[in-house]
């Protein structure tokens, strides 16, 4: 893509999405105050406004936090490893080799994602999803071989512009920048500005595009390959003159991926929780305002007097003394607000708040503990609630991402060696606490199969015939998220049987071959005893 076309499509981009930038500054107003500004311009830290004073309830603030953190403790808990890897070949997987390779494969993805910033980024994302509806997760490598690091970034939302394929996957991205001199020079070094920019100081700040686009031709080949020769190239660019500044790089991967809550049926953007509750959002915004300016009528009373009745300036300061002609010439004006109605309606829209941000279902009961099925039963809920959102974070975000965290660090050599003869196409599995949750009430479900079985074997002994009893051992391991390694393979544990069975066989012969020879023995001394009976006396 040429310089002129890149700032085409942005300035198209920006024209198209005037409409939601105006939704989005509502919600930074009213649910994530702090989050960024879309129609402010910050050229210092002096200029970052840290006040909000059309803000006068956080109920929408705090709901959105709730539902943010409960998604990043449910499906990306950082106490627990939230994925795991599988071959699509299920032999494989029951080959102790190849499953013991997965698991140690999964574990220095997870070390590695650990050891980055990913646990802080994530969150902001997952809040952006709940208030904006849209975010832009990024994943840039830093270093080589035993040096690299990852590097996760939320991208601020106003900064963002991306194209669709026709699989609604990012196929371009553009983000806008705004760099000082200094900061283009210690990117690309001191011989890299342009004309246009040679003469300005470093403190100055320049308009740049930020471009990632999909190649027409690259290379296919495994392991690394030259920038110029990857599936997607990148540029950077001054918005002004249209000059490229640097040489144009490549990733293996599209390092951004665009996280929506639900995706709107004819437009490229998500809408979101604080989106449906906007109307009530508001509505108790201007309600807390009114019972507020009521509240201080109640609390500070305006005075009412006659036309003559003072003597003096009225003084409403404590200790303060006013003249008066009559004692009963000057007393306060009551409002007579009816505050039981504005706390009945305040709490309703508090409730319908929560509820639009699945608050009241997420939060845990007052009680000192919950019981294993009470945990079993919350995870079910939420996964029912959330379950579409999920699904759409796994297939757009989390499943690429992964993906891309295993090829650089293949391509870095820092995965295990594959064992011999083990070669096959490898998938994402999700083992989170939703995931676990979803797999422990199949456990549950089978132990209460075989549990009935046992029971009905009595009056019908058939019924034992039914269950498959290998296979529920090896999926009941899987199905409790147990390691691969405390599971023999299925080759060796048919070696054993077999060596059993023909030690079992070879006893059974020899034990006959006894008991023949011990029949043989009887049988000739009862001959001998016969025939010495009938010797003459």
Not at 226 to 245: D, F, L, N, P
């Amino acid at each position: 893509m040429t310089p002129e076309e890149i700032c085409k499509r942005v300035s198209q981009l920006e024209s198209d999405r005037q409409n939601i930038e105006q939704k989005w500054q509502e919600i930074s107003t009213y649910v994530v105050p702090h989050r960024g500004e879309f129609y402010r311009e910050n050229d210092s830290e002096n200029s970052v406004d840290w006040t909000n004073p059309e803000l006068f309830d956080s109920t929408a603030v705090r709901a959105c936090t709730i539902l943010a953190s409960s998604i990043h403790g449910a499906l990306t808990n950082p106490s627990v490893r939230w994925f795991d890897l599988r071959f699509r070949d299920d032999a494989l997987n029951k080959n102790t080799d190849a499953a013991g390779w997965l698991t140690d494969a999964a574990n220095v993805m997870y070390y590695a994602i650990q050891d980055s910033n990913f646990n802080l980024e994530i969150g902001e994302t997952y809040t952006d999803i709940c208030s904006f509806g849209s975010s832009f997760p990024s994943l840039e490598q830093e270093g080589s071989g035993t040096d690299t690091n990852l590097v996760f970034s939320t991208i601020p939302l106003n900064e963002c512009f991306f194209e669709e394929d026709h699989k609604g996957n990012v196929c371009r991205f553009y983000r806008k920048l705004e760099w000082t001199i200094g900061q283009i020079k210690s990117k690309f070094g001191e011989d890299s500005l342009p004309e246009s920019l040679a003469q300005k100081s470093d403190t100055d700040k320049v308009d740049m595009l930020y471009s990632i686009y999909k190649r027409d031709k690259y290379s296919e080949q495994e392991g690394k390959v030259a920038g110029s020769r990857r599936k997607y190239g990148y540029k950077y660019i001054v918005r002004s003159s249209k000059e490229e500044i640097g040489e144009e790089g490549g990733y293996y991967e599209m390092p951004v991926w665009v996280a929506r809550w639900r995706k709107a049926a004819d437009s490229m953007w998500a809408y979101s929780p604080a989106m449906i509750a906007m109307p009530d959002i508001r509505t108790l915004n201007e309600l807390i305002k009114l019972i507020l300016v009521a509240a201080e009528k109640a609390i500070d009373p305006p005075m009412k007097a006659t036309e003559r009745g003072l003597m003096s300036d009225l003084d409403l300061t404590a200790g303060g003394l006013t003249m008066v002609r009559d004692m009963e010439g000057l007393a306060p004006l009551e409002s007579r607000a009816r505050f039981d109605v504005s706390q009945l309606q305040r709490e309703q829209l508090m409730s319908s708040i929560r509820e639009c941000f699945h608050v009241d279902e997420l939060q845990l009961k007052n009680s000192p503990a919950m019981t294993a099925t009470e945990v079993q039963v919350r995870y079910e809920l939420m996964q029912r609630m959330l379950g579409p959102t999920v699904g759409r974070l796994q297939s757009d975000v989390l499943g690429p991402m992964l993906q891309r965290i295993f090829n650089i660090l293949y391509r870095e050599g820092l995965l295990p060696e594959m064992p011999e003869g083990v070669d096959g196409k490898v998938d994402i599995q999700y083992t989170g606490p939703l995931a676990r949750a979803q797999k422990s009430d199949l456990a549950i479900s089978t132990e209460r199969w075989l549990q009935n079985i046992a029971m009905l074997s009595e009056l019908f002994p058939e019924a034992r015939k039914y269950p498959d009893l290998e296979y529920i051992v090896r999926e009941q391991a899987e199905n409790l998220n147990l390691p691969p390694k405390y599971v023999r393979s299925k080759d060796k544990v048919e070696a054993e049987m077999k060596a059993e069975k023909e030690a079992a066989a070879a006893q059974a012969q020899t034990a006959q071959i006894n008991e023949a020879g011990q029949a043989m023995k009887s049988v000739g001394e009862g001959a001998a005893a016969l025939g010495a009976g009938n010797e003459p006396q």
